[in-house]
Structure formats: C-alpha cells, structure tokens
C-alpha cells in the first residue's frame, strides 16, 4: 500500500552528489569523483533544494560552500555512505591496501617487500601512496604507515610502533668541503629540509642535546616538497638534510650519503593506522605482524 502522506524520498544520487560537492568544495571535482558531468551535479543538487525547500549550497566563483543546513546533511550523508561502503567491504572484501609517504614507499618499503611475499606468497597488496589525512572507508585504506605528529582519524585503531632516529646526513663529498667536524660546524652549511617537515633541524638538535639558539636555530635553506627530493638533493652534494633515519639506510651502506653525527631519537613516534573492518582478515594481522617486527628491526639497528 502507498501512502498518500509519505513525503517523497529524495534520489540516492542526489544524495551522494550533493555529499561529494559539499565535502569536496567543489561541482567539477564532485562530478570527477563519482563520474557524471558537472550539469548533472548541478540538477541534482537543485532537485535537493527543491524538494526539501531550504538552500543547501552558496556558489561562488572559486568555491562551492555548504550552508549551515547543507553542512548538518552533508556530515551525516558522509557517515551513511562510509557505513554503507565497509558493509560492502565486508561482504566482498578486495585486496588489502597499504598506505604510506612516497618517500617510505622509495626508501624503505619496496626494498623490504620481496621478503614479505616469500613468507606469504598469496596475499595481494595494493598501495595509496599519501601521507597526509585519509578517510578509510572512501578511500579503502587496511593500514597506514604514519607519523605520530599527524592527528588519526576518529575511525581507525592506532598502534605506535618505535621512536623514529633522526639526523643530518650528506654526501662524503660536501662534509669535506665544508668541514663537518663537530656539531657547531652546521651552522656554516647549507641546510636542507621539506616544506612538511620545517622544524627538523631544531628538533635533532634539541634530541641531541643541543642548544638550538647556540645553533642560531638551525633554519632551512632550502626546501623541498617530498622527502625523496630532499634526500637526492643531499646525495648531489646540495647541503646537508636532517632526515629519519630508516628512509637513507641503504644510501648510508653504499657510501652515497654519511651521517657526520649518527642519529638520535627524535620527538616522534611511527605507527601504524588500521582500519577496524579489516582488523579479523589474515591478510591483515599477516601484513601487520611483519610491518611491525620490520619496523622495530630498522630502528633498533645501530
């Protein structure tokens, strides 16, 4: 039987159109994400508006803003469509996929993943290489490789693995021609560091027992985007990097790079972020299991 009184439903589509636009900040990218055309989004989210009365979105010429009203929908569609997805992972669970900084990806991981696939030759993996915030669920995340200085989502299970070593490394080349001989003689390089990790130089110097103001505050010079970067620019004999130690221990064994003072413990910690719908997956605890004993292996080498 219909009833004659039921208010009508608005479309799922309009639904996650609008959802997607408001999170996003933006039609064209909302329609690039789940697929349609920007006109498409544009009719689905009047045909909301339309139907609830009330105005969901403010246009502007850069921006597309929620309202106070689009913004309470908005966070709850957000809820809704993550509670929908993870039910479906569940159901149909694909590969797990690990989430971690290009940089680890480059420098620790791929190195380190011909050892994981002989001890479990029938797990597939897939990767997101990103480092910054993530959602889980929209963007299908098991596990994620982090740094404590970054805020975990409210979704995940957080496990902290082992403090992360830091410290200047450089090519043998330039700690000749600079003299590199005691701690004081940074001040005379040139000091390299990433635009996400800005203070890096003063938090080695304060973990290694250093005075940062004797140091003049040990700033940057230069700054590059990614860790890799950073780290290539170092080996070209550009200066001198303050760096986590597990992303330079292959170069520091080839000779390409040296660390003039060793490294010491810095202010953070690695962990690893797991998402609790794969937690019970064998693939899981298995990835798990030997993120964990090869992260506290790298940093437990001396």
């Known amino acids: 039987m219909i009833d004659g ?13 609008f959802e997607a636009t408001a999170r996003l900040r933006s039609m064209t990218a909302a329609a690039n994400e789940i697929s349609v055309t920007h006109g498409a989004i544009s009719r689905h989210i009047r045909s909301l508006e339309e139907l609830f009365g009330v105005v969901l979105l403010t246009r502007g010429p850069h921006t597309t803003d929620p309202t106070p009203e689009g913004a309470r929908l908005a966070e709850r569609l957000s809820v809704a469509f993550d509670m929908i997805q993870a039910s479906i992972d569940q159901l149909k669970p694909g590969p797990l996929t690990l989430s971690c900084s290009a940089s680890i990806m480059m420098y620790w991981l791929l ?76 001040e005379h390089v040139r000091r390299l560091a990433t635009k ?25 010079h230069d700054r590059f985007e990614h860790f890799y970067l950073l780290i290539q620019a170092a080996a070209c004999g550009l200066g001198v990097a303050a760096v986590p130690r597990m992303l330079v221990l292959d170069d520091l064994r080839s000779g390409k790079l040296v660390a003039p003072f060793g ?26 299991k030997w993120l964990t004993a090869e992260l506290r292996d790298t940093e437990g080498e001396r």
């Open 5 to 17: 009184n039921a208010s009508p439903r608005p479309s799922l589509n309009a639904l996650r159109a």
């Open 111 to 186: 190195p380190r993943m011909a050892r994981f696939h002989e001890q479990h030759p029938d797990i597939e993996l897939q990767f997101n290489m990103n480092y910054g915030q993530i959602d889980i669920v929209r963007d299908k995340v098991g596990i994620a490789i982090r740094n404590t200085m970054l805020e975990p989502p409210p979704d995940v299970v957080v496990r902290e693995m082992t403090v992360e070593s830091i410290g200047p490394v450089c090519s043998p080349e330039y700690m000749r021609a600079a003299r590199i001989r005691k701690p004081k003689d940074l």
């Open 196 to 220: 996400t990790r800005l203070n890096a130089w003063t938090e080695w110097a304060v973990a290694a027992g250093h005075d940062a103001r004797d140091l003049h505050e040990l700033k940057a």
């Open 263 to 288: 490294f010491v413990p810095g202010p953070h910690k690695l962990a690893l972020w797991l998402a609790p719908h794969v937690i019970p997956r064998p693939d899981t605890q298995a990835l798990t």
